[in-house]
């Protein structure tokens, strides 16, 4: 099975940054893809940026802004998030893609919270 843990969440002025972390143990492997998704209230999750064998892949809304990237020693995906918007607050979620047990696992989300 798989675990996930993500970190990092909290308030950030509008222009301000945040770095989100999601630790992975247990039957992990560096090819499987991992991701970022988000949900404001009231909305539906969408995908953020996704993360496979070193190609990554965004959502228009956060192109420019945002960066995913994995350390494979840590098992860890980061999320860093740059000039955020009011827009951006959702909580954060963190996905993994299981190619051995088929199936995806999500962490417990962080919330991110942006003040105009």
């Known amino acids: 099975q798989v675990q996930l843990v993500e970190s990092g969440g909290g308030l950030v002025q509008a222009g301000g940054s945040l770095r989100l972390s999601c630790a992975a143990s247990?039957?992990?492997?560096?090819?499987?893809?991992m991701g970022w998704y988000r949900q404001a209230p009231g909305k539906e999750r969408e995908l953020v940026a996704t993360?496979?064998?070193?190609?990554?892949n965004y959502a228009d809304s956060v192109k420019g802004r945002f960066t995913i990237s994995r350390d494979n020693a840590k098992n860890t995906v980061y999320l860093q998030m740059n000039s955020l918007k009011a827009e951006d607050t959702a909580v954060y979620s963190c996905?993994?893609?299981?190619?051995?047990?088929?199936?995806?696992?999500w962490g417990q989300g962080t919330q991110v919270t942006v003040s105009s």
């Open positions: 996905k993994y893609r299981s190619t051995l047990f088929y199936r995806d696992y």
């Open positions: 247990g039957s992990i492997y560096s090819s499987d893809a």
């Open positions: 993360i496979s064998s070193g190609n990554t």
